[in-house]
């Protein structure tokens, strides 16, 4: 099982591909099955008995055939069951219930330290849950999936975060096996970034295929979808603007050990910082964002400054991704206008006209439900996705394929 | 029509899937098929007809069943058939031959400058294929496509250059419609960069998805590979490194109109006017390998410059991609130890530790055909892909899959 399939097309005449077409939620029958897949319909008709079996696919109301008896149609079945989705960062836990729309039903977020090591924090996260499928209404249902970001590289093929950072204690720690043990559910990993990207195209920008959505909080990082593909990476490192050169950085040191990183000038922390030597002081984002909204000028002074040296390097990004959105997140946006003045400033500046004429560059809309919107999105797409549902639901294709013959 | 394919699978039980599955170069049955597929053996049967038809597929010798009746057995059909490949650089028109495996059976290279425009070149190109299909052995063979890089920014959806900066009188230019008229076959164009990538990919990473193909040449360009999928971006303008802010080009100024650009340091141009200034007459790349050739220090050392500001970005690049391997190719690396020596001084002591721990820097093995090669592989992997033969080989499907019912 790989952690998250692509948008890779179905193997040919799966339920899987059966499913994908019955997701919009319209009733079809065999006989529009069959003409929609190539199939005989009487594949057609096991791969839906299949469907119907594991509740996935219900009958419909029949509809009457013009001039001919009535059919049976068939729909997707998105009652009774929810994902669930967790979205872990530096200093919070937020966990949601989706419906198999996407529809966040029920949600909750705690304040708490992911470097206090995954025992403390998952012990947290699945009495959390509990609490949220015993809500009304939700009780009843079956969880069929289970979506999460952590707020480092992920690696694609276990699942397990690789030297993140900034979660001690976490290095290789096998989260999908935990939440899988507790839910008999798969479940897909991935970085933070990663997973709000998908929330923020799934919320605002649905056709768009050439997203960067840029993470402002504790540090700076990125998720970058191209071609409507996320990136990973050899490593599942991919998008990690935090530490990439900054001219403006001016070679202040780095948390990371290097000098001139991006992150020392506009991360979250690093501003907090600098705002506490020039005698405001300051220890999180959330401060920054009080600062802001009580009108001290030293702390927009900081956003700005925070922005042009961010803008200095998405407009690296422009000419290397060519996106047609760059969206900026995280906490800060809350108040991001100075911060988002900086970057358009610096971005117009540097990006060639190619590149840059069509660029939007915006604030997120998701908000602060933008990661579990992404991690739902994320364990919707895996699990209905053509790898997933394949090996999960199919009945041997070949003895199908050959008895019809 | 798109212009090129990725690498999606297969619509359900078409004839591409049969296709796909045949170019390994084994024969099968139509049983094996049925199995592999999952399909009726009067579908695959039928599709094996069709391929058989347009010539991919060939009746192989009979296959004897253990105990049962021998069974024909059908196989990819790579004679009688060739794509052609084109690849035009700034100031170079090279042009292949390939057979359906992708080998390049005869190729020819003309010194040309692109900036003379299509008229000129297109009928030089054109004159120089014709030449190349008259060749014994390939006389007698179709053409099934043909593959094209140039050197600018392609529109993926039309495949025109877009306001390509080194390419006066091309913006726009309808190189596809011109071949397609010529040859009645469908023509994939892509920027030289990606062509490359796909090339050197094919030579000699056949098995990494994440690679990314820096040519240094009279500028300085990428093609990237991400998770196996080549980086496009919103306008076919991803992989522009050469515009790209380089702290050690210190503002110098840039023949797009900005100032610090990478390629003012480290492009071919740059580096033989930089000489030149410095008392060492240089006028091209190839001077530049000349200089090198003969021992000239101040060359040696330009080029040690140009690789140390070349690998600061790619260390930007190693966080933004985290690939496995960069390959470094174009003119400059026939004598690019000083060069390289440069970019990983640069690298390894930017990049972080996760990314470039198991990260690969080395030169480019395909040569100077490697333009042509990926043009060739180009031009395969987007005909037999799923989208390109579903559309042009399959029957009506709904037919099929109905009366097999």
Chains 1, 2 share one sequence.
Not at 61 to 79: I, K, L, M, Q, V
Not at 286 to 294: E, H, P, Q, W, Y
Not at 363 to 383: C, E, Q, Y
Request: proline share 5%.
């Amino acid at each position: 099982m790989h952690n998250v399939a692509g948008p890779e097309a179905h193997r040919p005449g799966s339920a899987g591909e059966i499913l994908q077409i019955l997701r919009d939620g319209k009733a079809r029958t065999r006989r529009d099955l069959a003409g929609l897949t190539g199939q005989a319909r009487t594949t057609v008709a096991q791969r839906l008995s299949v469907l119907t079996d594991v509740g996935l696919v219900r009958e419909a109301e029949e509809t009457a055939a013009t001039g001919g008896r009535p059919s049976a149609a068939f729909a997707f079945d998105a009652e009774g069951k929810v994902v669930l989705a967790i979205d872990l960062g530096a200093n919070h836990a937020t966990y949601g219930v989706a419906d198999l729309h996407g529809e966040i039903l029920a949600s909750a977020t705690d304040m708490v330290r992911i470097g206090d090591g995954p025992k403390v924090v998952m012990e947290l996260v699945l009495t959390r849950l509990e609490e949220l499928l015993a809500t009304p209404g939700i009780a009843e249902r079956d969880v069929l999936a289970i979506g999460v970001g952590l707020p480092g590289p992920v690696d694609q093929h276990t699942g397990r975060p690789t030297s993140p950072p900034i979660m001690p204690g976490w290095d290789g720690y096998d989260i999908r096996t935990v939440l899988a043990d507790r839910y008999c559910c798969p479940v897909f990993v991935d970085n933070d970034a990663n997973v709000l990207a998908l929330g923020e195209r799934a919320v605002a920008w649905p056709d768009v295929a050439d997203l960067m959505f840029v993470k402002v909080a504790t540090g700076v990082g990125a998720g970058i979808i191209s071609g409507e593909h996320l990136l990973h990476g050899a490593q599942g490192a991919a998008g990690d603007l935090g530490h990439v050169y900054s001219k403006a950085a001016n070679d202040r040191p780095c948390r990371c050990g290097n000098r001139g990183c991006l992150e020392s000038l506009a991360g979250g922390m690093s501003i907090a910082a600098r705002l506490t030597e020039r005698g405001v002081p300051a220890d999180s984002p959330s401060d920054i964002v009080s600062l802001v909204r009580a009108g001290n000028l030293e702390t927009v002074l900081a956003l700005r400054e925070a922005g042009r040296a961010l803008g200095e390097v998405l407009a690296t990004c422009t000419a290397l991704f060519n996106p047609r959105v760059i969206v900026i997140g995280g906490e800060i946006v809350e108040v991001g206008e100075p911060l988002l003045a900086g970057v358009r400033e610096s971005i117009y500046s540097r990006a060639l006209p190619l590149a840059s004429r069509d660029l939007r560059v915006v604030v997120a809309k998701s908000g602060a439900l933008g990661g579990v919107i992404g991690a739902a999105r994320m364990a919707l797409d895996s699990v209905f996705s053509a790898q997933f549902l394949d090996q999960v639901l199919d009945k041997e294709p070949a003895e199908v394929g050959l008895t019809s013959a």
